[in-house]
């Protein structure tokens, strides 16, 4: 007779940014409940663990990244993936979180089981290489949204022939040594513009290829308001005014390019033309096609980008690529680029749900056919919750909402005698895209990711604050969850 399979209330799958926060809220708001943590690598961090490119840090405030329950206390509001990493660290070791994890835990596949009320959870054991099975009440998954084991990475005309060394971010080798070399990243989003900058202070040269510009604007290191409300008001109280500023100020710039497009771009061109050479080309160059905050708008750390460009250090070039050569890259204009590295900041694959594998009652379930109920559960999969953060805001300003639902959910089903809940979603919903955002890895996976609709509770908002309404302050039962109690 096989062992019994070993089961916890919850499981949370991810022990990165969203998976230790969920464990806080977790311990904090449901303290009798039993829970595990499975991470498929064999650290603490996620994204802050994985890229270890130069310059890699931020691209929100820490105040915003930074855990709603465990302020950040830096002086510095932007800081490097280092300093994150050992943020969350500190985090579950000081939350006694650490002990919960199970590292090395991938998880492949995901079945629930209405007769048990149950999730059974299959995973592989790295090294090993043995499956190993448990269970759980509450599935969470906290893993992220692109795949770790691979990178958006476009195929280039002869990059065989090319001599030099060729390198995408996601993947940095630790011991390449860039120091006097000639630099091309290939980008002009966030990770390219960290990286160029970064790499330029010891590079010879760097150059910024990019087919089309992003928009940019330069942020601070330091919070100077945030900061001096430290001198007057408690840490704690400090931290969490300079979270409402800073949350209030990107969502006022945000609509503000969704209704005044024209005025948001003339801004941000206009401080990008102020921080470079009067005859600079900005037009060409930092002047993208499409309208602000139709894709991410890139963080520039105290204009270092704009500072290395003005020093003669770096030079961004706006064209298409002919052809790699054996010394580096011949683009369509004729111009030929030398390159000892070639750095290819060409994006993410994008990974809903770790890629993981998920059926219920013996049927399996296309994720991009279910609608996102408020953000945080699926339409038709019983008891299963997962992280997705803003695209125009923080990711963990959303991650801090959906785990204090998730812990308002399970308290309801305690104290109403019930075990089970699944949103049943109205065929008469209209369907809308998941995400309204048209940067490259969103439009490559739109065939994977589930919809949105286009009334509450389908409607996936990118607002903080009616976030925090709806899923604070919103009915549990509302009409559209399915209850039902413990069958067994």
């Known amino acids: 007779m096989s062992a019994p399979i070993e089961c916890v209330d919850v499981l949370i799958i991810g022990a990165g940014l969203s998976g230790i926060g969920a464990a806080m809220h977790l311990q904090r708001r449901c303290p009798s409940k039993s829970y595990a943590i499975l991470e498929s690598r064999e650290a603490i961090g996620g994204t802050w663990d994985l890229f270890r490119f130069p310059g890699v840090r931020s691209d929100s ?46 998880v492949t596949k995901t079945t629930w089981c209405s007769n048990s009320a149950r999730w059974t959870i299959e995973t592989v054991r790295s090294g090993a290489g043995n499956t190993l099975f448990l269970s759980c009440r509450f599935l969470y998954m906290c893993s992220g949204y692109y795949s770790y084991d691979s990178a958006y990475r476009p195929p ?76 007057w008001l408690p840490t704690g109280l400090a ?107 060409t994006g993410l694959t994008l990974s809903l749900l770790g890629g993981v594998e998920f059926t219920v009652d013996g049927v399996r379930t296309d994720v991009s056919k279910r609608m996102a109920y408020k953000g945080a559960m699926l339409s038709d999969v019983p008891n299963m919750a997962y992280t997705f953060g803003y695209t125009n805001a923080s990711w963990t300003l959303k991650a801090d909402l959906t785990a204090k639902y998730v812990c308002r959910l399970i308290r ?26 048209t940067s490259g890895y969103v439009v490559r996976a739109r065939d994977i990711l589930p919809k949105q609709g286009a009334l509450r509770p389908w409607k996936v908002y990118q607002n903080y604050l009616l976030d925090a309404f709806t899923l604070g302050l919103g009915r549990i039962d509302d009409g559209v969850l399915e209850f039902a109690p413990d069958p067994t």
């Open 239 to 345: 931290c969490h005014v300079a979270r409402l500023k800073n949350v209030l100020i990107g969502m006022a710039f945000f609509q503000l390019a969704r209704r005044r497009p024209d005025l948001a771009k003339k801004r941000l061109v206009g401080m990008v033309q102020a921080q470079l050479p009067a005859d600079y080309d900005v037009a060409k160059h930092f002047t993208p096609r499409y309208n602000p905050w139709d894709q991410r708008v890139c963080v520039v750390l105290d204009g270092d980008l704009f500072k290395a460009i003005g020093r003669g250090t770096v030079s961004v070039v706006t064209d298409e690529i002919d052809t790699f050569t054996a010394d580096g890259i011949r683009l369509r204009s004729g111009t030929e680029l030398p390159a000892d590295i070639v750095v290819t900041a």
């Open 412 to 437: 309801y089903m305690d104290s109403h005698g019930l075990a089970v809940a699944t949103p049943r979603r109205d065929p008469a919903i209209t369907e809308e895209p998941f995400l309204d955002f």
């Open 156 to 231: 280039f005309p002869k990059e065989s022939s090319y001599g030099g060394t060729l390198v995408h971010p996601q993947f940095w080798p630790d011991q390449l040594d860039y120091a006097g070399k000639r630099v091309i990243v290939i980008g002009s989003g966030a990770t390219a513009v960290t990286l160029v900058p970064a790499m330029a202070k010891a590079a010879a040269h760097v150059t910024m290829l990019q087919r089309s510009p992003s928009y940019v604007f330069s942020m601070p290191t330091v919070d100077a308001i945030a900061n001096g409300l430290r001198r």
């Open 61 to 106: 405030d820490m105040f915003t990244l930074g855990y709603s329950s465990r302020p950040w206390t830096s002086r510095d509001a932007i800081t490097d993936g280092a300093s994150i990493k050992r943020y969350i660290v500190d985090a579950a070791r000081e939350g006694g979180i650490e002990c919960r994890i199970r590292f090395g835990h991938r």
